[in-house]
């Protein structure tokens, strides 16, 4: 059983810095595509980020420069370092999991309605 719970959301003031966490398990975590996307409310799911078994990372162009996607593959769990935050960041984020190649680790897989998903975890920046 897939399991991927969220964590490290929360309120900042435009300008400021969250660390978003999930942890994962029931899985072989190492070897599946990881990532993160947000949903604002109305509005349509949008990948944010994603990191490969082999840690190659792609990014939103709203995301480059200022979020960086880690897994740390003895902890089961994956990171979103964002700084520089700005209003229209504001969503849920959520965890998600495929199973894919490296090649094909995308955004695209990440915000498909197979990947897995945590519950997700809330930031509102104003």
């Known amino acids: 059983h897939v399991q991927l719970v969220e964590s490290g959301g929360g309120s900042v003031q435009a300008g400021g810095s969250l660390r978003l966490s999930c942890a994962v398990s029931?899985?072989?975590?190492?070897?599946?595509?990881m990532g993160w996307f947000r949903q604002a409310s109305g509005k349509e799911r949008e990948g944010v980020a994603s990191?490969?078994?082999?840690?190659?990372?792609a990014y939103a162009d709203s995301a480059t420069g200022r979020f960086t996607i880690s897994r740390d593959n003895t902890k089961n769990t994956l990171y979103l370092q964002m700084n520089s935050l700005k209003p229209e960041d504001s969503g849920m984020y959520y965890c998600?999991?495929?199973?894919?190649?490296?090649?094909?680790?995308?955004?695209?897989?990440?915000?498909?309605?197979?990947?897995?998903r945590g519950q997700g975890t809330q930031v509102t920046v104003s």
């Open positions: 998600a999991a495929y199973r894919i190649h490296a090649q094909y680790c995308t955004l695209g897989p990440i915000t498909s309605v197979a990947a897995y």
């Open positions: 990191i490969d078994s082999h840690n190659g990372t």
């Open positions: 029931g899985y072989t975590y190492r070897t599946y595509c």
